[in-house]
C-alpha cells in the first residue's frame, strides 16, 4: 500500500504532525509514504496513491479556504479510496472534520479516521491568551504516530473489500458555529485589518510573496496586494523590515480586556 500525506502548514505545526503520521504508516507496512505541501499537490496527483491524508490548521473555527478549494478541485476517484484527515488548533475546530468529509466524498475520499491535537497559535489577536503554548508536543506527536498505524490496518482492510465504517461526526452548533459562519470572506474583508505597506520601509525582499499561501501578494517590483487574501497575516508577522502592518487595538482590546 502507498500513501499520499498532503498538508498546509505555515508555522511548521501541521508539518510536525503529518510526519509523525507519516512515520506511523511506514512502522505499520506502508511501502511508500509521500508528504506533499498543498501547494505541490496538484488535482489528479491522489489518484495514484492508495491512501491520502490531508491536514490543515483551523483558521476561524473551520479550514482555511486554499484547502477547501483544494478539495474542491480535486479530479475524482474512479474508484473510492480511504482517506484520513486531522487537523492543529488552537481549542476550537468546531465541524471542519465534518466539512471536509462532506467535500471529499463526492470527489470518491471516504474519510476513515481524524487526528486533532492543539497547535501553537500565532494569530495576532490573541496576543498572550489561548495560545497553546508547546504544542504539539511530544505525547502529541505519539498519538500522531499511533493514529497512522491504525488508519493503515484500516485502509488495508477497506481496499481488500471489506466492509469498514466511515468517520462519524457530530453536528457542533452553538457560538463557535455560529462564529464560523460569520467569519467568512466578506465579514472578514469588511471588519478584519487591512494589509498596510509601509513603502519606506520595504526593501521588496519577496518574504510575504514566497510565503502568501494563496499568492496574494504579488511583487512588482515591491508587494502589491491582490484579491486572495484569506487573513491569516503571515505576511505580517514574517516581513523582517516590518514593512506590512496592520491596526490590531480594535480587535486586541476586545478579546484581551
Same mark, same amino acid.
Given at each position: 500500500?502507498?500513501?499520499?500525506?498532503? /498538508?498546509?502548514?505555515?508555522?511548521?505545526?501541521?508539518?510536525?504532525?503529518?510526519?509523525?503520521?507519516?512515520?506511523?504508516?511506514?512502522?505499520?507496512?506502508?511501502?511508500?509514504?509521500?508528504?506533499?505541501?498543498?501547494?505541490?499537490?496538484?488535482?489528479?496527483?491522489?489518484?495514484?496513491?492508495?491512501?491520502?491524508?490531508?491536514?490543515?490548521?483551523?483558521?476561524?473555527?473551520?479550514?482555511?479556504?486554499?484547502?477547501?478549494?483544494?478539495?474542491?478541485? &480535486?479530479?475524482?476517484?474512479?474508484?473510492?479510496?480511504?482517506?484520513?484527515?486531522?487537523?492543529?488548533?488552537?481549542?476550537?475546530?468546531?465541524?471542519?472534520?465534518?466539512?471536509?468529509?462532506?467535500?471529499?466524498?463526492?470527489?470518491?475520499?471516504?474519510?476513515?479516521?481524524?487526528?486533532?491535537?492543539?497547535?501553537?497559535?500565532?494569530?495576532?489577536?490573541?496576543?498572550?491568551?489561548?495560545?497553546?503554548?508547546?504544542?504539539?508536543?511530544?505525547?502529541?506527536?505519539?498519538?500522531?504516530?499511533?493514529?497512522?498505524?491504525?488508519?493503515?490496518?484500516?485502509?488495508?482492510?477497506?481496499?481488500?473489500?471489506? &466492509?469498514?465504517?466511515?468517520?462519524? /461526526?457530530?453536528?457542533?452548533?452553538?457560538?463557535?458555529?455560529?462564529?464560523?459562519?460569520? !467569519?467568512?470572506?466578506?465579514?472578514?474583508?469588511?471588519?478584519?485589518?487591512? &494589509?498596510?505597506?509601509?513603502?519606506?520601509? !520595504?526593501?521588496?525582499?519577496?518574504?510575504?510573496?514566497?510565503?502568501?499561501?494563496?499568492?496574494?501578494?504579488?511583487?512588482?517590483?515591491?508587494?502589491?496586494?491582490?484579491?486572495?487574501? *484569506?487573513?491569516?497575516? &503571515?505576511?505580517?508577522? *514574517?516581513?523582517?523590515?516590518?514593512?506590512?502592518?496592520?491596526?490590531?487595538?480594535?480587535?486586541?482590546?476586545?478579546?484581551?480586556?
Amino acid at each position: 500500500m502507498n500513501a499520499l500525506i498532503v /498538508y498546509f502548514s505555515q508555522t511548521g505545526n501541521t508539518e510536525r504532525v503529518a510526519r509523525a503520521i507519516g512515520s506511523g504508516l511506514q512502522g505499520a507496512g506502508c511501502e511508500t509514504v509521500d508528504l506533499a505541501p498543498i501547494r505541490e499537490a496538484g488535482p489528479h496527483d491522489w489518484l495514484d496513491y492508495d491512501l491520502v491524508g490531508l491536514g490543515t490548521p483551523v483558521f476561524y473555527y473551520k479550514e482555511p479556504v486554499n484547502v477547501r478549494d483544494w478539495v474542491k478541485a &480535486l479530479a475524482p476517484r474512479p474508484q473510492p479510496g480511504p482517506v484520513l484527515t486531522f487537523n492543529t488548533n488552537g481549542g476550537n475546530p468546531t465541524n471542519t472534520f465534518r466539512r471536509l468529509q462532506k467535500l471529499l466524498k463526492p470527489k470518491g475520499g471516504r474519510v476513515l479516521g481524524s487526528f486533532e491535537c492543539f497547535g501553537y497559535d500565532t494569530y495576532p489577536i490573541y496576543l498572550k491568551s489561548f495560545r497553546q503554548w508547546g504544542h504539539p508536543d511530544a505525547e502529541d506527536l505519539a498519538s500522531a504516530e499511533t493514529f497512522g498505524g491504525e488508519m493503515a490496518a484500516k485502509a488495508g482492510r477497506f481496499l481488500a473489500g471489506e &466492509l469498514v465504517s466511515e468517520a462519524a /461526526y457530530k453536528f457542533v452548533g452553538g457560538k463557535h458555529f455560529r462564529l464560523s459562519w460569520i !467569519c467568512r470572506r466578506p465579514i472578514l474583508n469588511t471588519f478584519f485589518p487591512k &494589509l498596510n505597506l509601509r513603502e519606506d520601509l !520595504c526593501t521588496a525582499c519577496g518574504a510575504c510573496a514566497g510565503a502568501c499561501p494563496t499568492e496574494n501578494i504579488e511583487m512588482a517590483p515591491g508587494p502589491r496586494f491582490l484579491d486572495r487574501c *484569506i487573513h491569516c497575516y &503571515l505576511c505580517e508577522r *514574517i516581513c523582517p523590515q516590518n514593512a506590512i502592518q496592520c491596526d490590531w487595538r480594535r480587535l486586541t482590546k476586545r478579546m484581551n480586556p
